[in-house]
């Protein structure tokens, strides 16, 4: 059993499904909320490792979807405080499993890393494959709190 630290939007459709695939594979999932976690640089650049900055962030953010925040203008430092100042920005889950540091739920990866096989043959067969994007079933203003 692998002890994860999941950093997660409480009430995030795709969260949800995300840990019940990390339980049902055995892994020891302890979830914190990301919106009240308190970020520093040094805490929260390990997650994106080598990413280009553009993929850090949550397209579906407020701030991004009006166009005040655009993600492939801006360089690491700005990205990180622009995500301090405003979490709803960053890229969900984040993920860490002893010292390794991760970012976003890409099956493949996720199952290489710490194994879902029997999880994930459970999820194909109940549920659709896009685990990473929100579902936009809401209209705009009610992405924030639903994704």
């Excluded at 993929?55 to 690491?76: E, S």
């Excluded at 984040?94 to 194994?115: A, E, P, T």
């Amino acid at each position: 059993m692998t002890k994860v630290l999941f950093y997660e939007k409480p009430g995030c459709i795709n969260n949800t499904r995300q840990k019940a695939l990390l339980k049902a594979a055995g892994h020891r999932v302890i979830a914190r909320n990301l919106l009240l976690e308190p970020w520093t640089r040094d805490r929260l650049r390990p997650f994106f490792g080598d990413l280009p900055v553009a993929q850090w962030f949550n397209t579906t953010a407020p701030a991004i979807t009006t166009g005040l925040v655009v993600p492939h203008q801006l360089d690491a430092d700005i990205a990180l405080e622009l995500m301090l100042l405003d979490p709803l920005l960053i890229r969900r889950p984040l993920i860490k499993v002893g010292q390794q540091y991760h970012v976003g739920f890409d099956l493949d990866f996720i199952d290489q890393w710490i194994g879902l096989k029997t999880a994930l043959a459970l999820h194909q067969a109940k549920a659709p494959p896009d685990l990473e994007t929100c579902p936009r079933t809401h209209p705009p203003q009610a992405w924030a709190s639903t994704c």
